[in-house]
């Protein structure tokens, strides 16, 4: 169980720093720096990877771990709004994209300040 919640720890607070990395980049691509949405292109991918490591390791968590649902549930989410972020993203759909942006955001903070306010121990049903 605790390798297991380490791997979410661990797998959650890296895609969160991947989703950072992209509101820093498109900042810095929309200051003028086109070579920014390279790296923003870049990063994404490397992101989006680190949230599947995630939701692997939430179901891990829920299913022979005996932990929550809703880490799996909130990380499958994730997926499919990332999904749509991409999409939205190469259409240049700003107006989607930006917000959308924010709010994976808010929701990869919310589930990596879980992970590290609870203790293994306590985690498990």
Same mark, same amino acid.
């Not at 661990?10 to 950072?20: D, E, K, N």
């Not at 390279?38 to 992101?47: E, F, K, L, M, S």
């Not at 955001?105 to 590290?116: M, N």
């Given at each position: 169980?605790? &390798?297991?919640?380490?791997?979410?720890? =661990?797998?959650?607070?890296?895609? =969160?720093?991947?989703?950072?990395?992209? /509101?820093? #980049?498109?900042?810095?691509?929309? *200051?003028? $720096? +086109? $070579?920014?949405? *390279?790296?923003?292109?870049?990063?994404?991918? +490397?992101?989006?990877?680190? #949230?599947?490591?995630? #939701? !692997? /390791?939430? &179901?891990?968590?829920?299913?022979?771990?005996?932990?929550?649902? @809703?880490? /799996? @549930?909130?990380?499958? &989410?994730?997926?499919?709004?990332?999904? &749509?972020?991409?999409? !939205? %993203?190469?259409?240049?759909? =700003?107006?989607?994209?930006?917000? #959308? %942006?924010? /709010?994976?955001?808010?929701?990869?903070?919310?589930? +990596?300040?879980? *992970? @590290? =306010?609870?203790?293994?121990?306590? !985690?498990?049903?």
């Amino acid at each position: 169980m605790n &390798v297991i919640f380490w791997s979410l720890r =661990l797998t959650a607070t890296a895609h =969160l720093a991947g989703v950072l990395g992209q /509101a820093a #980049l498109a900042g810095l691509f929309v *200051t003028g $720096d +086109v $070579d920014m949405l *390279t790296w923003h292109r870049n990063n994404a991918g +490397v992101t989006h990877a680190l #949230l599947y490591a995630q #939701l !692997v /390791a939430a &179901v891990l968590l829920w299913r022979p771990g005996r932990g929550p649902a @809703w880490p /799996a @549930w909130a990380s499958a &989410v994730l997926v499919a709004a990332e999904t &749509v972020q991409v999409a !939205v %993203g190469q259409s240049r759909i =700003l107006s989607w994209h930006m917000p #959308l %942006g924010m /709010a994976i955001f808010g929701a990869s903070a919310l589930l +990596v300040a879980w *992970t @590290w =306010l609870r203790s293994p121990r306590t !985690v498990a049903s």
